[in-house]
């Protein structure tokens, strides 16, 4: 497992989710919106403190970066 792709498909999916454009996650967490989209194109190799800042200016768990999606699917109110 490519964890550099499972995070960016992530973050993506919950920027989607939580209806915000990599400009508003820029303005919430200080990384560029630049560094954001090579993230979400599995180019950027996020150390933890990145992936809970993300997290963190997602309004989600840092878990939620680096699960992978089937096991969201089954649990209950993901």
């Known amino acids: ?26 303005a919430r967490s200080g990384f560029s919106q630049q560094y954001l989209s090579d993230l979400e194109r599995g180019k950027r190799n996020p150390t933890v403190i ?3 800042e993300l997290a963190k200016a997602l309004g989600v768990s840092y878990l939620d ?14």
Request: glycine share 10%.
């Open 1 to 26: 497992m490519d964890m550099r792709a499972l995070v960016g498909e992530n973050f993506a999916r919950l920027r989607r989710e939580k209806g915000l454009t990599q400009e508003e996650v820029e």
């Open 65 to 78: 970066l680096l699960t992978p999606l089937e096991r969201h699917k089954g649990k209950p109110g993901r």
């Open 50 to 52: 990145t992936v809970y």
